[in-house]
């Protein structure tokens, strides 16, 4: 009994020892801030948001200006004006609404299309964020510096024929976009998502992140969303899939 104790006792001193050694190497913590289409078509412009858009910019630049992320990437939702999510663009796919299903009479109604690349359900959206005006531009109260880390700036929805909600992936997961080799290059293991919007982009973003095996916090107060329906909906299903559902006063803590 004594032998097995010791031996129980020095081997418990041996892995603690070599979580030590390693958590200086590969297995350290690497966090990056996520900042989600903070842009003014979201805020103040084609596609302004309920519930205070604007809002969420004070709490993610005090994020910015207090916490030493080792990595921040601002995405854009960066759409050519042909761009398939757009209801003044029905007509012109016309060819393409699959027969037999409902033809959408206002934007934020989903019509089914066959094409041109792959049978899509596609939300129909105001004409938003198109590329090079300045509804697309990040709003200009928005913190763009960082204390210590990289910045980097990732540009989604530029095919006209795909919509992408996740700054990962367009939303059939036909194409990745370069974020996952940026964070992968630099050994990010934890991401923190906020922005716009929570119910469509952040979510998107945020389960991707999940499944790439990112460990995964969503900070929900420097987040907005389209409808209280599906953020509620979406807040739920991120949690089952585990992702983490913070307050910003929680961040220091985490890092
Ligand atoms: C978004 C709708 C359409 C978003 C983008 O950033 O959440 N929502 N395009
Ligand atoms: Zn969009």
Redesign the pocket.
């Known amino acids: 009994l004594a032998i097995t104790l010791v031996f129980a006792s020095s081997y418990g001193q041996y892995s603690v020892a070599n979580q030590l050694s390693s958590a200086g190497t590969a297995k350290r913590t690497v966090n990056a801030l996520l900042v989600?289409?903070v842009?003014n078509c979201?805020i103040s412009g084609s596609?302004a948001l309920p519930h205070s858009p604007a809002d969420v910019i004070p709490i993610i630049n005090n994020l910015l200006k207090t916490i030493p992320f080792d990595l921040v990437v601002y995405?854009h939702?960066w759409?050519p004006s042909n761009h398939i999510?757009f209801f003044n663009n029905l007509n012109d796919r016309r060819q393409y609404i699959k027969p037999g299903t409902k033809v959408p009479d206002q934007p934020y109604q989903v019509v089914t299309y066959t094409g041109p690349k792959v049978e899509t359900e596609q939300?129909l959206?105001p004409t938003?964020?198109v590329q090079n005006t300045g509804d697309a531009n990040l709003h200009a109260s928005l913190v763009q510096t960082t204390l210590k880390g990289e910045i980097f700036h990732v540009r989604k929805?530029i095919d006209p024929d795909l919509?992408s909600?996740s700054a990962f992936y367009d939303n059939q997961k036909l194409y990745k976009t370069e974020l996952d080799d940026i964070l992968r290059q630099r050994n990010v293991t934890r991401v923190f998502v906020v922005?716009?919007?929570?119910?469509?982009?952040?979510a998107?973003t945020a389960l991707d992140a999940n499944d790439l095996n990112y460990a995964t916090y969503v900070v929900e107060d420097a987040c907005r969303g389209?409808t209280n329906a599906s953020v509620q909906a979406q807040i739920a299903y991120m949690k089952r899939q585990g992702v983490k559902i913070i307050h910003s006063n929680e961040v220091r803590s985490l890092i």
Do not use: K, P
């Not at 922005?195 to 952040?202: F, H, K, P």
């Open positions: 989600i289409d842009q979201f596609l995405s939702d759409h999510s939300m959206w938003h964020c929805g919509d909600y922005g716009l919007a929570t119910d469509y982009c952040v998107y389209v």
